[in-house]
Nanobody
Framework: QVQLVESGGALVQPGGSLRLSCVVSGSIFWFYPMGWYRQAPGKQRELVAAIRSGGGGSTNYADSVKGRFTISRDNAKNTVYLQMNNLKAEDTAVYYC????????????WGQGTQVTVSS
């Protein structure tokens, strides 16, 4: 059973930065592409960033975050990160990590997520 534990969310002002972390256990972490998803109130969950497996994994981003967010992973620590810069009010959401991107489905179970609120 895979376990996903997200952290790092907070209340931040527009233009600010945050770094989210997600520790994955119970899975062959290094083998899978990983993604960061978010779900805003009243909206569907969306994939915003993904990174391939392997040390030099290529990345993909949703247009809404391209140039502001950076996804990375540390396979030795079973951890995936999301560096978020120049945050906007529309980035407010609960953020989740899971397998995803590059045609890979999610694990089928989700962590509790971490709340990011961008507000002055």
């Amino acid at each position: 059973q895979v376990q996903l534990v997200e952290s790092g969310g907070a209340l931040v002002q527009p233009g600010g930065s945050l770094r989210l972390s997600c520790v994955v256990s119970g899975s062959i972490f290094w083998f899978y592409p990983m993604g960061w998803y978010r779900q805003a109130p009243g909206k569907q969950r969306e994939l915003v960033a993904a990174i391939r497996s392997g040390g030099g994994g290529s990345t993909n981003y949703a247009d809404s975050v391209k140039g502001r967010f950076t996804i990375s992973r540390d396979n030795a620590k079973n951890t995936v990160y999301l560096q978020m810069n120049n945050l906007k009010a529309e980035d407010t959401a609960v953020y989740y990590c899971n397998r995803g991107g590059f045609g890979s489905p999610d694990f089928g179970s989700w962590g509790q997520g971490t709340q990011v609120t961008v507000s002055s």
